[in-house]
């Protein structure tokens, strides 16, 4: 097993990129993380996954996140639509992967939807706390998020993660919390999505609820597998890494 942490270059910004080796023949799992993640906040879980699993991992920071570089200007409300269409299949191109597993969460997760959806090849899809479309819930809980980062609580969580944590969070909370971002919705992509697909879900998670699980069992053409959580958050592979990781490979070994 081998880790290398690197950096590629795509439309002259620097991603951040770790890749987790193990020469395995099976699909390799690309984590897209959440809002506020990077390649760091994911901590050991990829690893953890990558040894259940015996696959390759490939993680990496989204533009503004990590030490990825900074964004120039305000994160665009189309910013998931642009990680699925343009650094996603840049990123696959330049490690020359051809099928792959996705394993996103919450914003990560929608970019895998949208990915799959858009007719980019994928073996499965593994979504932890999914958005498809907005929720007063999840409103309420970036809102809170803002006043935990105002009084300078979250800021200091955050940190150690990420090298423009200003940049980093009020990209992603300008987006949500815009009046435009209200009408966000990516369900018209879920009718083209034919392959597994792995559904994961905190019951008191923050920032969705069921619904969001709903609507991709209604409208994918693909086998679900669903999950609900209990006595759990919106980041069930942090509260629960054990459980979490065991469905993963149950998943992995039998799709």
Request: glycine share 6%; charged share 25%; proline share 3%.
């Amino acid at each position: 097993m081998t880790e290398i942490n690197d950096f590629i270059y795509i439309n002259g910004f620097k991603i951040e990129i770790k890749t987790i080796l193990r020469n395995s023949n099976l699909e390799p799992i690309i984590f897209l993380h959440e809002g506020l993640g990077s390649v760091s906040l994911w901590k050991d879980f990829p690893l953890k996954v990558s040894e259940a699993t015996n696959r390759d991992v490939i993680l990496y920071s989204r533009l503004g996140m990590g030490r990825s570089s900074p964004l120039k200007e305000n994160r665009k409300l189309s910013y998931m639509h642009d990680e699925a269409n343009i650094y996603l299949p840049e990123i696959i191109k330049y490690l020359n992967l051809s099928e792959v597993v996705l394993l996103g969460h919450s914003d990560g997760a929608s970019i895998a939807l949208i990915y799959a959806g858009n007719g980019y090849l994928t073996k499965s899809l593994i979504l932890e706390a999914p958005h498809v479309f907005v929720e007063d819930i999840s409103i309420r809980g970036v809102s809170i998020a803002k006043k935990m980062w105002n009084n300078r609580d979250l800021k200091e969580k955050l940190t150690k993660y990420h090298e423009d944590i200003e940049g980093a969070f009020n990209g992603w909370c300008n987006a949500w919390l815009s009046k435009e971002f209200k009408k966000w919705n990516i369900e018209d992509c879920l009718q083209n999505i034919d392959v597994p697909i792995m559904l994961i879900q905190g019951l008191n998670d923050e920032y969705g609820s069921l619904k969001q699980l709903d609507s991709i069992e209604k409208n994918v053409i693909g086998k679900t597998y669903r999950h609900e959580i209990e006595d759990c958050g919106h980041s069930p592979h942090t509260q629960y890494p054990i459980k979490i990781t065991n469905k993963i490979k149950y998943f992995l070994s039998n799709n």
